[in-house]
């Protein structure tokens, strides 16, 4: 217990709370903490569209594609009321209905949505260094049905885009986007939103700009954009006469307010915590045991999760205790994501191909999301790293 951390605190002065110290923090510190505009900045907004009596998919809406397709720098955004049902329009627009590609490795709602527009998730493996889809088990799963591939930007931290691009045009695939993390992330200086077929971000609380609920669909192609429009809104074509049998996928005017007023603190949001985040790994970098997601020099992750890997040898036990002796520090955490989707009871009727997920089931069995937003500050950063180095340190005592 002699050793110093990077910042010279004694790595002995924090007993856990488990071994009969204080706990590192007074009350629970919530694993998220949704980035909301200030209420004035809204309230006004609020008041506009209610007395406007125009609630729904109306101005502050077209406001929201507007501002978002600059941002994002791609031709076309469609808003639409969450990015499970973006990608679900996404994959019946283009036709989809055979075989899509996806990490198992991932949110539900990305293989649920390839189940809602009625094809067929193939899961396979992700790569153990960026934790993103694994390029050579993309190209194992490739068969004669296979029609697209969903790829996710996982955390935030983006997908090899122009590799998997380079796939799906070989094989005369459709390449879409799970961009529910990515908003704000850089691709050697473009923004996340202009790749593949379509990108499809969310709004919903835990991701990094909200409006309650929502999605935002990113394409350079028109016909597509054009056709979402349609079907978010039943697949009128304006006089009654349904072009497709659409859905009810429309965005609220409320909730376009608070993802207006929400982009523009998207920027500082990230640049806040991709210190922080740097700051968890100059902490955490003498414990044994944790490792942590590569991102590529020329990419922008937007730590939309901050998420380590513990090996329950070299640190001396295992997720699940450190899950659990972490809650008695007061910190929360999330096992982001376990199980992966090929272990969901959802899946376990899929007439899939065996395939080896190996790299997936043992990152999710390890995986650990920390808290990481601005309000925590670099204090707040560095006790939750030193409560989880004190498990390490004090690890005989506490099992
Ligand atoms: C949150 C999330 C979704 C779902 O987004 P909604 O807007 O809630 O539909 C999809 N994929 C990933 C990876 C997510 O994290």
């Keep these: 217990m002699e050793r110093l951390s990077p910042t010279g605190v004694l790595d002995g002065e924090k007993i856990p709370a488990a071994a009969g110290g204080k706990p590192a923090f007074d009350s629970m510190v919530p694993i998220i903490y949704p980035n909301m505009p200030p209420w004035e900045s809204i309230r006004k907004r609020f008041e506009k569209i209610y007395r406007s009596r125009m609630i729904t998919n109306f101005e502050t809406v077209k406001e929201v594609e507007?501002?978002?397709?600059?941002?994002?720098?791609?031709?076309?955004v469609v808003a639409v009321s969450s990015c499970?049902?973006?990608l679900i329009l996404t994959?019946?627009?283009?036709g989809i209905t055979g075989e899509v590609i996806v990490p198992s490795f991932t949110f539900s709602a990305t293989g649920h949505a390839i189940y809602w527009a009625g094809a067929t998730p193939v899961f396979v493996d992700c790569s153990n260094r960026d934790w993103n889809?694994?390029?050579e088990s993309v190209e194992k799963a490739i068969s004669h049905r296979t029609e697209a591939i969903l790829a996710v930007h996982i955390f935030g931290n983006p997908s090899p885009v122009h590799a998997l691009d380079e796939i799906s045009q070989k094989?005369?695939?459709?390449?879409?986007?799970?961009?529910?993390?990515?908003?704000?992330?850089?691709?050697?200086?473009?923004p996340a939103g202009g790749f593949g077929d379509a990108e499809v971000f969310s709004l919903s609380p835990t991701k990094l700009v909200t409006g309650g609920e929502g999605g935002l669909l990113a394409t350079n192609n028109g016909e597509l954009a054009e056709f979402v429009k349609k079907l978010r809104n039943y697949g009128d074509?304006?006089?009654?006469?349904?072009?497709?049998?659409?859905?009810?996928?429309?965005?609220?005017?409320l909730n376009a307010a608070m993802i207006l007023e929400g982009i523009p603190l998207?920027?500082?949001e990230i640049i806040s915590r991709?210190?922080?985040?740097?700051?968890?790994?100059?902490?955490?970098?003498?414990?044994?045991?944790?490792?942590f997601q590569e991102v590529h020099p020329e990419n922008h992750h937007t730590y939309k999760d901050f998420t380590i890997l513990i090996d329950p040898d070299e640190f001396g036990m295992n997720r699940d205790s450190v899950y659990s002796l972490l809650i008695k520090e007061n910190i929360q955490t999330k096992k982001y994501f376990y199980p992966p989707l090929h272990m969901q009871s959802a899946y376990q009727n899929l007439p899939q191909r065996a395939m080896e997920l190996g790299v997936t089931e043992k990152i999710s069995k390890n995986v650990l999301t920390l808290p990481l937003y601005s309000q925590l500050g670099e204090t707040g950063v560095r006790k939750i790293a030193a409560g989880l180095a004190s498990l390490h340190i004090y690890r005989d005592n506490l099992l």
């Design 66 to 76: 507007r501002v978002a397709k600059s941002y994002l720098e791609v031709d076309n």
């Design 84 to 86: 499970t049902l973006g």
């Design 91 to 94: 994959l019946k627009a283009l």
């Design 133 to 135: 889809i694994s390029l």
């Design 171 to 190: 094989n005369g695939l459709k390449l879409i986007f799970d961009a529910a993390h990515a908003f704000g992330a850089c691709i050697s200086g473009k």
């Design 237 to 253: 074509k304006g006089n009654y006469d349904c072009l497709a049998p659409g859905i009810n996928a429309r965005m609220e005017e």
């Design 266 to 268: 998207a920027d500082p």
């Design 274 to 291: 991709q210190r922080l985040a740097a700051l968890y790994r100059e902490e955490l970098s003498w414990v044994p045991g944790i490792t």
